[in-house]
């Protein structure tokens, strides 16, 4: 994983549901995904506004009574620049080194509804480090695979129990879903020269957000040259063709989409990106995205924090009009092994691009950001043993449904004995990862499948049938923790026929071709 991935603040001086439903009816609507607000230069030398300072990215929510147009100066007059705007949402990203650029806008409530930074460090030059290494599938474990291969296996697929879990391979024999379907992996981008990847992969619908503005050239929505291989890993559960080549994918008969959203060196996602991975993704005619991190610098962003609501806001609005075009999001719950529905958690993470300050959140208020956002379905991790994995966040009506993401300790019988989950990685090899990273692109695959059934289903209809497929779980007598001893599952609760463990239960992708 790229990070922890899974992995705020005073009341809104509008009401968030009336400031997004009037932003989205009287703003003006743009056929691109965003549409750019004069150039990206810093401007001439703004009177009144100090530009003295680090430069900083930032979000700018309109009122439903403002407008870009005056967005635009108002910023300009603060010292910062127009990155662009997402007027369909009354989104905007500005740049400044105006160390008061935000708190000089939050005082014009009648135009903006909040105001903050995305990031903590400022904005610097590109550079390049290693990210850590994925543990490659071996010659040895790859020849024992294929020796075990049945007739109609992929090479690789015997070391595939996830598939099993899920029943994916029984769903195969029957739809492996339509090219008419695209899932989009909001990401560090994907590699889609991969053989297993190529065949299922739409250029059309892929880019670079990374800044906030969609960048479509030829292979920008790749991985950076420091080489993160987590957005092809994911892809690769989700849409790994069915073509005699390593490994199968959930639904090896979707489209997959790649909307690179992570900075280079650091892979850290910031707001600017996602939100215009979403909106990208929604004017694209993506059906389903998958969301396996968490939005930085913040591992809980606090709705009552001044900056930081601006965030929630910004992606609140991204997500939802993402929803209103037909676009289903599936996101992981995180890795932190915390319960997303109790009273109190302490992060210690935050803010993860400068100094971390250790702090006591309450998860009402401070939310995994986009998991627990309205709409977004959340995913838990399990392993082998249908045991929730040890590093998976949980929590009882926060978490919709589970899946497989991998644990060391849980030991399949595969010829390879690997509790992790294979998938396809850079230079068109395969290796193993575990996470709830690992976990959502199984249920965007699910998700992919019953679309493909279901074309007309709405994103609430498709998460409806996610949630009422899913294979029931019980809370498990005991679970094992970091150190891979089996302790008593006592923080697992039950109610509503949920748990917190597994929400809904664990996803089926035979119910969703039948």
């Known amino acids: 994983m790229p990070h922890p991935v899974h992995g705020r603040r005073r009341a809104l001086a509008v009401p968030f549901g009336l400031a997004l439903a009037a932003s989205l009816a009287v703003l003006p609507s743009v056929s691109a995904s965003a549409a750019p607000l004069g150039n990206t230069a810093e401007p001439a030398a703004v009177s009144k506004a100090t530009t003295t300072g680090p430069k900083l990215s930032y979000v700018a929510n309109l009122t439903a009574y403002g407008t870009a147009k005056q967005a635009k100066k108002a910023i300009e007059r603060a010292g910062g620049t127009v990155v662009t705007a997402y007027e369909q949402i009354g989104v905007v990203v500005a740049h400044s080194q105006n160390p008061e650029f935000a708190k000089q806008l939050r005082t014009q409530r009648s135009l903006f509804v909040s105001v903050g930074a995305t990031r903590t460090a400022p904005l610097s030059a590109v550079q390049t480090t290693e990210e850590g290494a994925t543990q490659k599938l071996s010659d040895a474990d790859a020849a024992k695979a294929a020796a075990r291969a049945t007739e109609g296996q992929e090479p690789l697929e015997p070391n595939q129990w996830d598939l099993r879990t899920i029943k994916a391979d ?281 679309k493909s059934a279901h074309p007309k289903a709405t994103p609430s209809q498709l998460q409806a049938m996610l949630k009422g497929q899913a294979t029931k779980a019980a809370c498990p007598a005991k679970i094992y923790d970091a150190a891979g001893n089996l302790i008593d599952a006592t923080t697992c609760q039950t109610k509503w026929g949920q748990s917190g463990y597994y929400g809904h239960g664990v996803v089926d992708a035979l119910k969703a071709v039948k």
């Open 170 to 450: 029984q769903a195969h024999k029957i739809n492996d879903g339509s090219p008419d379907v695209t899932v989009g992996v909001i990401d560090t981008g994907v590699d889609d020269t991969h053989p297993d990847l190529a065949p299922n992969f739409s250029k059309g619908q892929s880019a670079n957000c990374v800044g906030g503005v969609a960048d479509t050239s030829e292979g920008a929505w790749r991985p950076y040259a420091d080489g993160s291989d987590h957005g092809t890993h994911v892809a690769g559960t989700i849409a790994a063709a069915r073509n005699g080549i390593g490994i199968s994918g959930v639904a090896p008969g979707v489209k997959v989409a790649a909307i690179k959203v992570s900075e280079p060196a650091t892979s850290l996602f910031y707001t600017e990106a996602v939100v215009c991975g979403f909106m990208f993704a929604a004017e694209k005619g993506i059906e389903v995205t998958n969301n396996s991190y968490y939005v930085d610098p913040w591992n809980y962003t606090c709705k009552n924090d001044d900056d930081q609501k601006a965030l929630v806001e910004a992606l609140a609005r991204a997500t939802k009009y993402a929803e209103r075009k037909g676009v289903l999001s599936v996101a992981s719950a995180g890795n932190s092994n915390h319960d997303l529905a109790g009273d109190s958690i302490t992060d210690t993470t935050s803010p993860n691009d400068t100094t971390p300050v250790p702090r006591t959140i309450d998860p009402k208020v401070c939310l995994d950001l986009p998991t627990q956002l309205p709409g977004v379905v959340t995913v838990s991790a399990t392993g082998d043993q249908g045991l929730r994995s040890y590093y998976s966040s949980y929590g009882l009506g926060v978490v919709d449904v589970a899946a497989p993401g991998g644990d060391k300790y849980q030991v399949p019988a595969t010829p390879d004995a690997n509790g992790r989950v294979l998938s396809t990685v850079l230079d068109g090899g395969y290796g193993y990862k575990q996470g709830t990273s690992m976990a959502a692109p199984h249920v965007a695959g699910v998700a992919a499948l019953l």
